[in-house]
Nanobody
């Protein structure tokens, strides 16, 4: 069973930076599409950024120019570099992937990002 495990969340001051990591227990290449999502209490989960294996990316307008998705295929790890963080960015961030062959969705357990002075 493939698992996604996030890490890197924490407390940061407004304007600060964090880098989230999502490590895949199997091969990152088993996913045709991976991305980062966030969900605030009482709100729907929203896309932060997604990318395909071909390298196409789709960023939410609210994070364009501040957040960057990247990956290290050798480490089977997806990253989210978050700069210029705002209090509005504070919530739980989840890593998700769609399996390339089965189209099955996989999700991590989430990591909390808190932006506060």
């Amino acid at each position: 069973q493939v698992q996604l495990v996030e890490s890197g969340g924490g407390l940061v001051q407004p304007g600060g930076s964090l880098r989230l990591s999502c490590t895949v227990s199997g091969s990152i290449f088993s996913f045709g599409r991976m991305g980062w999502y966030r969900q605030a209490p009482g709100k729907q989960r929203e896309l932060v950024v997604a990318e395909t294996n071909g390298g196409r990316t789709n960023y939410a307008d609210s994070v364009k120019g501040r957040f960057t998705i990247s990956r290290d295929n050798a480490k089977n790890t997806l990253y989210l570099q978050m700069n210029s963080l705002k209090p509005a960015d504070a919530t739980v961030y989840c890593c998700g992937g769609v399996a390339a062959c089965s189209n099955e969705d996989y999700w991590g357990q989430g990591t909390q990002v808190t932006v506060s002075s």
